[in-house]
């Protein structure tokens, strides 16, 4: 069945240091690709999507482009910040289906 | 707008004993769903609710897990009797279409589950 496989964590870095999280995915179609991102007490939020393959989506300062060739969705942010720290979720979505999510990766940025 | 909202935020219960858990959707959103997140583990769907009727109950673990959503208005999940196993951070979400891309797809921040 579809799956989807993202890094481990927990990932620490410094404030203003460069994040990568890799997702990568398994599915039979051509599913939607998302973040959700899970801020301390607070409820999941949608990060940002893409839809269709070379789709890039992004939102504040993150960015994740859908590799059809490599079934990749990885996460990147050119400078974090502390109140970046949160856990994030790599999930896909077909028709007829519900959210696939990863294992999420928790994310701890130091000032 | 109010957001989804779950209760209790935790709840710590023993072995064999009973436990609801409620979450309120967001308000006109006719699509509700539960979600599960075992400690390390991914979040994996438990059930769809569209109204009152159950769309799709595909990743209920077993009979122990018994959702209802009377009126179509606000859902409850009851674990009787609970395992250790079933330890973990359930989730509610909702939304208007229940279709498409899950664009509009609320969650709330999930009600802990301590089962020792």
């Known amino acids: 069945g579809d799956s989807v496989t993202q890094m481990e964590g927990p990932v620490t870095l410094s404030e203003e240091a460069f994040l990568t999280i890799n997702c990568t995915y398994t599915a039979t179609g051509y599913p939607s690709l998302f973040w959700y991102v899970q801020y301390p007490g607070e409820g999941l939020q949608l990060l940002l999507k893409a839809t269709k393959a070379d789709d890039k989506g992004s939102n504040k300062g993150f960015e994740a482009t859908y590799r059809k060739e490599t079934t990749s969705f990885h996460l990147e942010k050119g400078s974090v910040q502390v109140s970046d720290s949160a856990v994030y979720f790599c999930?896909?979505?077909?028709?007829?289906?519900?959210?696939?999510f990863g294992k999420g990766t928790t994310l701890s940025v130091s000032s | 707008e109010a957001g989804v909202t779950q209760f209790p935020s935790h709840s710590v219960i023993e072995k064999g004993q009973t436990v609801t858990l409620r979450c309120d959707p967001i308000s006109g959103h006719d699509n509700l769903y539960w979600y599960r997140r075992v400690m390390g583990k991914e979040i994996k769907f438990l059930l769809h609710?569209?109204?009152?009727?159950?769309?799709?109950e595909s990743g209920m673990p077993n009979n122990r897990f018994l959702a209802e959503r009377t009126g179509g208005t606000y859902s409850t999940l009851k674990v009787q009797p609970a395992e250790l196993e079933d330890s973990g951070v359930y989730f509610c979400a909702s939304s208007q279409d229940g279709g498409g891309t899950n664009e509009k797809l609320f969650f709330g921040s999930g009600t802990q589950l301590s089962v020792l």
């Open positions: 609710f569209v109204k009152e009727s159950k769309q799709d």
């Open positions: 999930a896909l979505w077909q028709a007829g289906t519900a959210l696939i």
